[in-house]
């Protein structure tokens, strides 16, 4: 899989939007967008995902360069809640081989 | 309930002992996973498996092994544990999908400290 580089960390204050980026210069064609994020003490979990054009649901958005080599997972209006840290992984579609490979994540603080 | 769970959630082992970590998903998933997380290391596989006795390397599966009898269960076991072992243990689950969304599902985690 494709390697991704984040901040280590970043900070936002609570109620404000957080803009959470990920660089994949070397994606490929193929490779879907992932994030995730761990909440302390607990396992990670599902954000959000996209190929090529910006997706939202009811926890982020995801917004991703039009080269594809870059994307931003956005948070409209974090919560303490959202204090977690943020990984965001490629995905190349290979039946039978659906492991994902984790990096060391964005770590995010909310500022009361 | 439906979902996925570890036990036991905390563990003290003393080096040299056999050491079993379990996962039960009650969806009927295809893929399961045996992540460690450590500082500094962030999560790395250790075994997956795609289906009923069906299974494979990760990253890191020296010292590990793992068996998949029933496609609900997914048991981890060091044989003789390490100190170096001492970790968060994470297991989870998935659907193949043709999307390639692949949404894996956690566990709450396993604590295993090897004295």
């Known amino acids: 899989d494709a390697k991704t580089t984040q901040p280590n960390s970043m900070e936002s204050n609570e109620e404000e939007p957080v803009h959470l980026p990920c660089n994949h210069s070397?994606?490929?064609?193929?490779?879907?967008i992932h994030w995730y994020r761990q909440l302390p003490s607990q396992g990670p979990e599902y954000v959000i995902h996209?190929?090529?054009s910006n997706v939202n649901n009811r926890m982020a958005s995801l917004a991703i360069a039009e080269d594809r080599k870059s994307s931003t997972l956005i948070l409209h209006r974090a919560t303490l809640r959202d204090a977690a840290v943020y990984y965001c992984?490629?995905?190349?579609?290979?039946?039978?081989?659906?492991?994902?490979?984790f990096g060391t994540g964005t770590r995010l603080t909310i500022i009361p | 309930d439906a979902g996925i769970t570890q036990s036991p959630r905390y563990k003290i082992t003393e080096t040299g002992r056999q050491v079993t970590l379990m996962c039960h998903q009650t969806?009927?998933?295809?893929?399961m996973f045996w992540y460690r997380q450590d500082l500094g290391h962030g999560l790395r596989l250790i075994y997956y498996?795609?289906?009923?006795?069906?299974?494979d390397k990760g990253e890191v599966p020296d010292g590990y092994v793992v068996s998949r009898s029933k496609t609900e269960n997914f048991p981890l076991t060091l044989e003789s544990a390490t100190r170096s072992q001492t970790s968060v243990y994470f297991c989870?689950?998935?659907?193949?999908?043709?999307?390639?969304?692949?949404?894996?599902?956690f566990g709450a985690g396993s604590r295993l400290t090897v004295l």
């Open positions: 989870a689950s998935s659907e193949l999908q043709v999307s390639g969304a692949n949404v894996l599902t």
């Open positions: 070397t994606i490929s064609g193929t490779d879907y």
């Open positions: 996209g190929l090529t």
């Open positions: 992984i490629l995905r190349r579609p290979n039946f039978g081989n659906e492991k994902l490979t």
């Open positions: 969806w009927s998933h295809s893929y």
């Open positions: 498996s795609a289906a009923a006795d069906i299974t």
